[in-house]
């Protein structure tokens, strides 16, 4: 994971400060772009760690189409917790959006399920992409989306996925969506007999001007 390393340095080093809507400051990079062939292996950062079973439920969890904490807290996940409501729900997140979005003529669009008939169907076509970027319902999500939309690509029998991020917090935030949508290239080429290519991560990037002084504090 030498690129994930290369890119927290230059984030320390090149990174412009800005405000943000939490008043902490930050540092951040924007248009940043990094490749994982997945033939290699599986790109889980280990110079930190990483809750692999919070990944994992997380993302089974996308899949359901759920917007509601319970069956996140059913699994000792509290990545969630912070932006849930009293009855655990968040709105109408990734979930909702990848399984039920909303279209104008009141038809609810499962998103996936048309991305896995397109890749056994219709594999070169430039259009098998899935977006949790709902600028109707924006404002009813507990937080809009983050990994806002990705695309999946089909060459020699691999199948590469690209993800593009609005926003990532490069020390907490980036391993895990890195892992999880590596996990998804996985599952989503088992559907559909495919072997798996390129994860692909595109994006604005930045960390924390808190994080940086807690880690020179415990130096």
């Known amino acids: 994971m030498k690129q994930y390393l290369d890119l927290m340095k230059k984030v320390l080093e090149e990174g412009t400060t800005k405000d943000d809507r939490t008043g902490t400051g930050t540092l951040s990079i924007f248009g940043h772009q990094m490749r994982f062939n997945l033939q290699d292996g599986f790109p889980l950062v280990t110079t930190k760690r990483c809750h692999l079973r919070s990944i994992i439920h997380e993302l089974l969890w996308f899949l359901n189409g759920d917007t509601n904490i319970g069956y996140l807290k059913e699994n000792n996940v509290s990545i969630w917790d912070e932006w849930a409501d009293e009855n655990g729900d968040l709105g109408p997140v990734y979930g909702k959006q990848w399984r039920a979005w909303g279209a104008a003529d009141g038809r609810q669009i499962d998103q996936l399920s048309k991305v896995v ?56 935030g980036l391993p895990f969506n890195i892992a999880s949508y590596a996990l998804l290239v996985h599952m989503m080429a088992q559907q559909c007999d495919l072997a798996v290519g390129d994860f692909v991560w595109t994006g604005a990037i930045r960390t924390y001007t808190a994080t940086i002084l807690s880690k020179l504090t415990c130096n």
């Open 117 to 172: 008939q397109q890749l056994k169907q219709d594999p070169n076509s430039r259009r098998i992409i899935v977006s949790a970027w709902n600028v109707g319902e924006l404002d009813q999500m507990a937080l809009a989306p983050c990994h806002a939309f990705f695309q999946f690509y089909v060459a020699d029998g691999k199948l590469s996925c690209q993800l593009y991020q609005r926003s990532c917090d490069v020390f907490l």
